[in-house]
């Protein structure tokens, strides 16, 4: 199955408004045009959509090898808000590759190249294969 497919039945981040850009070994990319639907009582974009898009971008490039794997831990930073119209890309780079764990580094800018955020994730790799393709 194509990536792009399987990661079609990823429900909450298309209910989100996340669409998945590009897809290679290691490494994803996605956008997200912030909505009035994303934003907290501050009136900018909630953290967790923030989260949501760096996470979905870590998954599509962790999972890219055919091989299951699941975030176990993430560090976020959070740097600068986002308001409705903005568009959102996270691209998710490997850091490092093992039999059982992963490292990526996420980061999210806005449409003027701006850093929103950062997300470094280290990933559990099991052993159920996933029949994907780039």
Not at 63 to 68: F, K, L, R, V, W
Not at 89 to 112: D, I, P
Request: hydrophobic share 40%; glycine share 8%.
């Amino acid at each position: 199955m194509n990536i792009f497919d399987y990661f079609k039945n990823d429900r909450y981040a298309a209910l989100t408004g996340i669409e998945l850009q590009e897809a290679a070994e290691g490494y994803a990319k996605a956008t997200l045009v912030v909505a009035e639907k994303h934003l907290n009582a501050n009136g900018v974009a909630q953290g967790g959509v923030i989260f949501t898009l760096a996470d979905f971008v870590t998954g599509v490039a962790s999972n890219s090898h055919g091989e299951m794997a699941a975030s176990i831990n993430g560090h976020v930073n959070f740097l600068r808000g986002s308001r409705p119209g903005d568009v959102l890309t996270a691209e998710a780079q490997e850091r490092f590759l093992h039999k059982r764990l992963g490292n990526y580094q996420v980061n999210v800018t806005n449409q003027l190249g701006e850093l929103i955020a950062t997300l470094e994730t280290t990933v559990y790799r099991k052993d159920q294969k996933l029949d994907l393709t780039l």
